[in-house]
């Protein structure tokens, strides 16, 4: 079982930055393949961010509605995920999740946090 808490969440003004981190239980934190979603009121959950990393290399994946604004790390040995968001908009209110793919890749994740509200006012 890989247990994922969402933390970081909070009301900021367009423009503004937070950073979302993700902590994660299991001692092959490494070996996964994580991700960040978002659900907004009334819409569908949709894709962010995704990161894999394979002993030495790190590849990244963005929606294209992020992509220069956010940014998606981790830090293995503290078993934490991370996204770095810059330039929040309005229309970034959502609820976030990380969500995890033990088989290392990004097309499975079969665990999920609890999610952490982002509010971006206008």
């Known amino acids: 079982q890989v247990q994922l808490v969402e933390s970081g969440g909070g009301l900021v003004q367009a423009g503004g930055s937070l950073r979302l981190s993700c902590a994660a239980s299991g001692r092959t934190f490494s070996s996964y393949g994580m991700g960040w979603f978002r659900q907004a009121p009334g819409k569908e959950r949709e894709f962010v961010a995704a990161?894999?990393?394979?002993?030495?290399?790190?590849?990244?994946y963005y929606a294209g509605s992020v992509k220069g604004r956010f940014t998606i790390s981790r830090d293995n040995a503290k078993n934490t995920l991370f996204l770095q968001m810059n330039s929040l908009k309005p229309e970034d209110t959502a609820v976030y999740y990380c969500?995890?793919?033990?088989?290392?890749?990004?097309?499975?994740?079969?665990?999920w946090g609890q999610g952490t509200q982002v509010t971006v006012s206008s």
């Open positions: 969500a995890a793919d033990p088989s290392g890749s990004i097309s499975r994740y079969d665990y």
């Open positions: 990161i894999t990393w394979t002993g030495s290399s790190t590849y990244t």
